[in-house]
């Protein structure tokens, strides 16, 4: 009951209230796609909101429409506090090249909150020394490679004159 008073005048009205069952998500969800440095893997980065003034339960159900050799890891979430702003972030390990769209779902309070995600991935094409150097766990620096490839070079020259130096003493003498 709600009561005003003005002076000697007042007015009373009762008001009923009724609670109705939410019938959507309180979450609002923005989503980016983002690669890695080496751009071989990729990020996907939700801002979650909660939008009302309760905890909502939240978590990770799935992203449809991907290759199934596509690796999905994603971090846990189980809640979202009242008026509480997360991140959540997925970690996605590309297998093969794939342009096309994808639907990221959560789980929020009993509904399932989807968000369409369009995705142009393309592995890296990596060059042959670019290759074989990356077999290599080692820091290696520019004048080190140069050292190395040089230091190859005199070996092979080398050889190849120690060899010419035996069989010219080795070969019987044409002039006698």
Same mark, same amino acid.
């Given at each position: 009951?709600?009561?005003?008073?003005?002076?000697?005048?007042?007015?009373? &009205?009762?008001?009923?209230?009724?609670?109705?069952?939410?019938?959507?998500?309180?979450?609002?969800?923005? /989503? =980016?796609?983002?690669?890695? %440095?080496?751009? %071989? !893997?990729?990020?996907?980065?939700?801002?979650?909101?909660?939008?009302?003034?309760?905890?909502?339960?939240?978590?990770?159900? &799935?992203?449809?429409?991907?290759?199934? /050799?596509?690796?999905?890891?994603? %971090?846990?979430?189980?809640?979202?506090?009242?008026?509480?702003? !997360?991140?959540?972030?997925?970690?996605?390990?590309?297998?093969?090249?794939?342009?096309?769209?994808?639907?990221?779902?959560?789980?929020?309070?009993?509904?399932?909150? =989807?968000?369409?995600?369009?995705?142009?991935? &393309?592995? =890296?094409?990596?060059?042959?020394? =670019?290759?074989?150097?990356?077999?290599? /766990?080692?820091?290696?620096?520019?004048?080190?490679?140069?050292?190395?490839?040089?230091?190859?070079?005199?070996?092979?020259?080398?050889?190849?004159?120690? /060899?010419?130096?035996?069989? !010219?003493?080795?070969?019987?003498?044409?002039?006698?």
């Amino acid at each position: 009951m709600i009561r005003i008073s003005l002076g000697v005048n007042s007015a009373e &009205k009762n008001i009923k209230l009724v609670f109705l069952p939410q019938n959507s998500c309180p979450i609002g969800m923005e /989503s =980016t796609i983002l690669e890695t %440095e080496n751009k %071989e !893997k990729l990020l996907i980065v939700s801002r979650l909101e909660n939008k009302k003034q309760e905890e909502a339960k939240i978590s990770f159900e &799935k992203i449809s429409g991907l290759p199934n /050799s596509w690796q999905i890891i994603p %971090e846990d979430i189980k809640s979202i506090g009242p008026f509480e702003e !997360k991140l959540h972030r997925i970690f996605l390990e590309p297998a093969e090249e794939f342009n096309g769209s994808a639907e990221l779902a959560y789980n929020c309070d009993g509904f399932v909150q =989807t968000k369409k995600l369009n995705f142009s991935f &393309k592995p =890296t094409q990596q060059d042959f020394l =670019t290759g074989v150097f990356s077999l290599f /766990s080692f820091n290696i620096e520019g004048s080190l490679v140069i050292n190395v490839i040089l230091a190859a070079i005199a070996a092979v020259l080398l050889i190849a004159f120690i /060899s010419r130096l035996v069989k !010219k003493f080795s070969a019987p003498d044409m002039m006698s």
